[in-house]
C-alpha cells in the first residue's frame, strides 16, 4: 500500500488487523498458483460438499422466483425452522423475533458486538480465541481484555478465571465451544460454573458462538450456555451453517437473542446488507428441516481424520499436543523449536515456525499469535486423509531437520 494510501484511509481500516486465517489461505493459494505443491491445512473449511437434497431446495427457490430481497432479519419460514432447532436440539426457547439471520456467522457477531459495544467496553476474550472476535470488538472500539488459558488445562477458562477478570467496564464475553482453534469443548459442567459467574454480573452479557455444534467427538450432546435458565436474558447464541453442513461459500449464520439485542442487529444489518441472500435462506430452511445424517457421516470422517493426525503428530519430537474433542482443528504448542535457527535467523515465534514450515515443509498452517496465543500453531484437518498423512510427514521431516 502505498504512504498516501494509508494517509487517506480511516484509521478504522488502517488500524484494522487482516484476518490472519484468510491471509495465509491467500498466501497459500498464490504459492500453488505459481506451481508449488502447498498441502493447505490454514482455513477452517469443510472439503465436503454440500448435501445434495440442499443445493437442489436452492435450485428450486430460484425456479420458483424467490429472487427479491427477503425481509431483513430473514424469511419467516427460514427463521421459524431456526425456532424449532433450537427448541429441538438446544432446549432454547426463542420467537421468530428473536431470530436474526445474517451473511455468515461473522456477520452475526459483528451485528452483536457492533449493537452492544460503546468505546472503552472491556470485551473479555478466554484466549486462544478465533482472530475475528478481537478485530471486530476493536472495530467498535471496545477494549479486548484476554483471559490467558494453557494447553496444560486443554485451553479452557474456569469460573475463577473468568471471575477475575471482571471489572465494571465489562460488558461482553466472546468464546465459542466446540471452539476454534483449539478444539475443546465445554461440559454442561464447566458452562453451569460460567454461567454461576455471569448470572452475578446483570450488566454483563455472553456472545456464545455454537457455530462447532455438530462437530463434537465428546459423544455427550453439546449444551448451549443460553440453557441455563439463569443468563438466557443475558447470552446471544451465534450458530450457522457453513461448518456443521458444508456451507461455507452460502454465506448464512444467526443469531437467538433477547428481542431487543436482536431488534438492534435487524436495524444494524438494515443499513448494511438488507438481508441475507434469498436462494441460501431457502437452502438453510431445506437444511434445518430435514435429517442430518449428511452431516453426521461428515462428522464421523473427521473424527477418523482426528485420530489419525493426533498419532502422527504426538510422535514428532518436541511437539505439544492435545486430543481436540470437537472442530477440526488442532492448536499444538511448537515452543520447542524456539531458538533454532534456519537461513541464518533464529526462529523465535509460532509465526516464524509457519513461514520457516511453509517454505521447506510446503505446508500451510497459521499461527498462534492471531488467536492469542506465542506458543502454538493452528492445522486445520478438514481435508484429506491422504492429505494430512502426506503433511504430517513433511512437517515432521522438517523439525527433524531443526535437531
Ligand atoms: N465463528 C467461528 C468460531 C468460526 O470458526 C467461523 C469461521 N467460519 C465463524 C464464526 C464464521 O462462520 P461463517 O461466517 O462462515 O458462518
Ligand atoms: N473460520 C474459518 C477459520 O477460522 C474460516 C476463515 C475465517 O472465516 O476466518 O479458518
Redesign the pocket.
Known sequence: MSQTATAILSDRINNMQESATIKMAKMSRELKAQGQDIIDLSL?EPDFDTPQHIKDAAKKAIDEGYTKYTPVPGYLELRKAIVEKFKRENNLTYTTDQIVVST????S?ANVVLSLINPGDEVLLPAPY?VSYAAIAELAEGKCVEIPTTIDSNFKVTAELLAQHITSKTKLIIF?SPC?PTGSVYSQAELQSLADVVKKHPGLYVLC?E??EYINYTGTAHTSLASFPEVFEQVITVN?F??GFAM?GW?L?YIGAPLWIAKACDKMQGQFTSGTCSIAQKAGEAALMTDITPSLKMVEAFKKRRDTVYELLSNIPGLKVNLPEGAFYFFFDVSAYFGKVYNGKTLNTPEDISLYLLAEAKVAMVSGESFGDKYCLRMSYATSEEKLIAACERISKAFAQLS
Open positions: 477452517g455468515g456467522a461473522k456477520q457477531i478465533w465459542s476454534n458462538d457455530i462447532y450457522g457453513s461448518k461455507t454465506r449464520g
